[in-house]
């Protein structure tokens, strides 16, 4: 399963952009390159996610889907159950996963900030 990276591309609060603030993100694509729900579906195992932050370490987490919202990322401290814990993070994007390609990322307050694909692996 591909290991998708993405690093900010800049905006509000990270003009240059940061390679200390990333997501990684496994996701089965589809031969277009898209993340695919299918698959997402019929897959017994968690797609892992981690978010990486300056001054908060690691956070461990998980992709979601849903038809309705799309796909999002939930991350858990410690002593989280994944079952309860809250989505986090909703991905919003019209381009395959490629290096180069943005997609943008909902935070829980509403907020919207782009993000930069830099790697697929």
Known sequence: M?????????????PEGSPQHRYEVQLTLTSQ????PAA????PATWVARRF?????????????DPDMGWALR???RDDSPID???QAVIRS??????GENVTIAEPDGQEFAW????VG
């Open 2 to 14: 591909p290991l998708v990276v993405l690093s900010p591309s800049g905006g509000t609060g990270l």
């Open 33 to 36: 390159g898209f993340p695919d």
């Open 40 to 43: 997402w579906q019929n897959d």
């Open 53 to 65: 932050w300056p001054g908060q370490g690691l956070m461990d987490g998980d992709v979601v889907y």
């Open 75 to 77: 991350f858990f401290r």
């Open 85 to 87: 814990a809250p989505i």
């Open 94 to 99: 019209g381009a395959p996963c490629r290096p």
């Open 116 to 119: 930069r694909i830099v790697g």
